[in-house]
């Protein structure tokens, strides 16, 4: 069975950081890839980073570009999300998905807006930042 287990949050004050981890089972990672969602409660989903299948490429949201870093370990099949200077806005559930969009295509920049296509999702880790 393919499975995205994320982990790492918990309760962070402002200013401080979390590393956030993406474990696959059932399925080699280093063929998908990867990105990072949040909702917080009452608002829409938000694509926040992702990767391709190489890590040589990534994306940020604006609102995290600068403080956040992806990062992938494939002999480890985990995706990793560091978030530095953390904001009470950071607050929300953040997953996990991936999409195997193929050897050239996952080379390739990987989209990280809101609507973007993920075929598998996580369940989620909760993020507060709060003093």
């Known amino acids: 069975q393919l499975q995205l287990v994320e982990s790492g949050g918990g309760l962070v004050q402002p200013g401080g950081s979390l590393r956030l981890s993406c474990a696959a089972s059932?399925?080699?990672?280093?063929?998908?890839?990867i990105a990072w969602f949040r909702q917080a409660p009452g608002k829409e989903r938000e694509g926040v980073s992702c990767?391709?299948?190489?890590?040589?490429?990534?994306n940020y949201a604006d609102s995290v570009q600068g403080r956040f870093t992806i990062s992938r370990d494939n002999a480890k099949n985990t995706v990793y999300l560091q978030m530095n200077s953390l904001k009470p806005e950071d607050t929300a559930i953040y997953s996990c998905a991936a999409i195997n969009r193929g050897l050239i295509l996952g080379l390739g920049p990987c989209i990280v807006s809101a609507g973007a296509k993920y075929d598998y999702w996580g369940q989620g880790t909760q993020v507060t930042v709060s003093s």
């Open positions: 990767i391709n299948i190489s890590g040589g490429s990534t």
């Open positions: 059932g399925f080699t990672l280093a063929s998908y890839v």
